[in-house]
């Protein structure tokens, strides 16, 4: 006979509704195998369902990061980061910084780069069940213009060499190279394609924003991402990258750091995501000298990190889509929930926070008829906070339950 599924009820005190942006308060929540069955203030609890009380918490659904690197985080030194670990170093890492982000209570990420295709691994054991971690789609190798954000090499001495096989990098220059490297990448198993179409902050290249990408090149990317069903996510910092990367028809713009006015009309006519990561400035500043990084890097952070943050607010003003996206490697796994106060201080409602990290995420990976809020038919991806985060959005930093896909991850109801 088949197995029938075990029944679990959950009692919510609050439930955040992302759907029609309301608190309920006093619902049950019905999770059937890996799925929501219903949803309601006066459902029946089937006999023999196991019960969850979380009657003085705030349930919500599962939480979502649009831009995480679950293979890397700064350890306490920048060259032994750089020269010291091999790629089984970082592999042997990877888990527990899958493990912390699902433990956060962040149920799904959108990983956008790996080295050694450790990402497209981790999603499979994660998958497989083998591994506890959020639900992932990956990225595998940032496209990266020689002597840009993404190639290793970038600032150290001519002919030194990483990775020695061209398959293992994202290097990829003019729309021929760039074309067989989004095709590599989808032989390889990447759900998305990351393109770094301006130079970045914490690598050694000159400036933190330049365009090192034209137009046909990133269009080049998206045309050949698209014909193999993928997306394409732009790191852009630069105003000029931006609009590059919007007008060849990314699908988010990552850091949009110093997004201008023409940037923010082509965004909302296009209807191009952002995800930025705002909190990263207060981790990069009060920690990476302590970590050796050198001066250059840090003195780009001082240049981008303010104005990053003005035109997040910007951007939220004029009504450009917001998905809630943190760069987690940047600041060690399992801080995610740290941006909230960030994005409610930079222009939006604890409410709107919620949704950019739920039903806008599902939206963005177009995960929406899947997971993103508890609606019936949906995945169980469901966690939940003491306190109630849509007065002290801070509380979504302390998880205390945590299901995913109808399985429980973690369960320390507060005395
Ligand atoms: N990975 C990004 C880069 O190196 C991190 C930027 C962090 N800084 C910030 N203000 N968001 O470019």
Redesign the pocket.
């Known amino acids: 006979a088949a197995a029938v599924p075990t029944v679990t009820a959950i009692r919510a005190g609050r439930l955040v509704d992302v759907v029609s942006g309301k608190l309920l308060t006093n619902q049950i929540i019905l999770v059937s195998g890996d799925k929501i069955t219903a949803v309601g203030p006066n459902l029946t609890i089937p006999a023999g369902a196991t019960v969850v009380d979380l009657s003085s918490a705030t349930v919500l659904p599962g939480l979502m990061d649009c831009h995480t690197h679950l293979s890397s985080e700064p350890g306490d030194n920048y060259y032994e980061d750089m020269f010291r670990k091999s790629p089984i170093d970082r592999a042997l890492l990877a888990p527990t910084y899958a493990a912390r982000t699902l433990q956060a209570g962040f149920t799904m990420v959108r990983d956008l780069g790996s080295s050694s295709l450790i990402d497209v691994s981790l999603r499979n054991a994660i998958n497989a069940g083998t591994l506890p971690g959020p639900r992932m789609l990956v990225a595998t190798f940032a496209l990266s213009a020689t002597g840009g ?1 993404g190639d290793p090499t970038t600032g150290f001495a001519p002919g030194l060499k990483f990775g020695e096989n061209p398959d293992f990098t994202g290097i990829a220059d003019g729309p021929e190279e760039i074309r067989k490297r989004v095709r590599t990448n989808v032989k390889f198993g990447a759900d998305w394609i990351k393109v770094l179409a301006t130079a ?4 050694e290249e000159g400036s ?1 924003g330049a365009a090192l990408y034209s137009l046909e090149e990133l269009k080049a990317a998206v045309d050949e991402a698209h014909r193999w069903g993928r997306q394409v996510a732009a ?1 852009a ?1 630069g105003a000029e990258g931006i609009k590059l990367a919007v007008r060849a028809g990314v699908t988010s713009i990552e ?1 949009g ?1 110093l997004l201008d006015d023409e940037g923010v009309q082509l965004m909302k006519k296009n209807g191009t995501w952002l995800v ?3 909190y ?2 207060d981790y ?1 500043l009060s920690e990476y000298a302590k970590k050796g990084f050198p001066e250059k890097i840090i003195e780009k ?1 001082r240049s ?2 303010k104005l ?1 943050r003005e035109n997040f607010q910007k951007a939220v003003r004029a009504g450009v889509k917001v998905a809630f996206g943190t ?1 987690a490697a ?1 600041y060690p796994h399992g801080g995610n929930a740290k941006q909230f106060f960030y994005m409610v201080k930079f222009g939006l409602t604890p409410m709107q926070a919620i949704q950019s990290a739920t039903i806008r995420a599902a939206e963005l990976l177009q995960w929406q008829d899947r997971t993103g809020s508890l609606t019936a038919g949906k995945l169980a991806d469901i966690v939940a906070v003491p306190g109630n985060p849509l007065t002290d959005v801070r509380a979504l930093e302390t998880v205390q339950f945590v299901m995913k896909e109808g399985k429980v991850y973690r369960n320390e109801p507060k005395p």
């Open positions: 954000h970045g902050v914490l690598s933190a790191h910092h850091h750091s930025a990561d705002i990263d400035d990069i952070e981008v990190g990053q760069d940047v």
